[in-house]
């Protein structure tokens, strides 16, 4: 009893110190250049009522799930959170069965298709365990876990632009 009581609690100070990264990590984010308006949009997106940070956490300890870096939204990063536990499990054998690794492709490319489907287009998902990244992503629309203390899911989108057509070359005169 007393070495589960131990182990919620250093799983609660986990979701603090997670917190306190989460918090950091925004003080030193830069806005974007784009003028006062976005920059205010911006940063209200960004912010989510403590109580939604807190329920976060929850779900983080529950979930055996690690928040590493993010500029998303509270509710996105749960629905990531979730998803992804949901689709590990989902792929894992029946109990009596050796548990198997789970295909990081597979998995990235769920992912990646659940946050397009209702979050629009221009999500990119790498799944590993071993991987280095640099990223450039849209405002609140980055998020940086590990699950289980082994895979590690890296989740952001990207701006899309409208492509139009080149206009056509003019005619050089003909001498």
Not at 52 to 77: E, G, W
Not at 128 to 139: A, D, E, N
Request: glycine share 4%; aromatic share 6%; net charge positive.
């Amino acid at each position: 009893m007393e070495k589960a009581l131990k182990l919620k609690e250093k799983k609660q100070g986990q979701a603090m110190q997670t917190l306190q990264q989460q918090d950091s990590h925004h003080a030193q984010a830069k806005p974007p250049k784009q003028g006062l308006t976005t920059i205010t949009t911006h940063v209200e997106r960004l912010k989510s009522p403590p109580e939604d940070q807190v329920k976060l956490a929850a779900t983080a300890i529950t979930l055996n799930v690690r928040l590493r870096s993010s500029d998303m939204p509270a509710h996105m990063q749960n629905h990531a959170l979730r998803h992804t536990r949901t689709l590990l499990d989902s792929a894992a054998a029946p109990p009596p069965a050796p548990k198997t690794r789970p295909n990081p492709t597979h998995l990235a490319r769920a992912l990646k298709k659940e946050f397009d489907s209702v979050y629009g287009p221009a999500w990119h998902c790498v799944v590993g365990t071993s991987f280095g990244s640099f990223v450039t992503h849209s405002p609140g629309g980055f998020v940086y876990f590990s699950v289980d203390d082994s895979l590690s899911v890296l989740l952001f989108k990207t701006e899309v632009q409208l492509v139009k057509e080149k206009p056509q070359p003019a005619q050089a005169a003909k001498p």
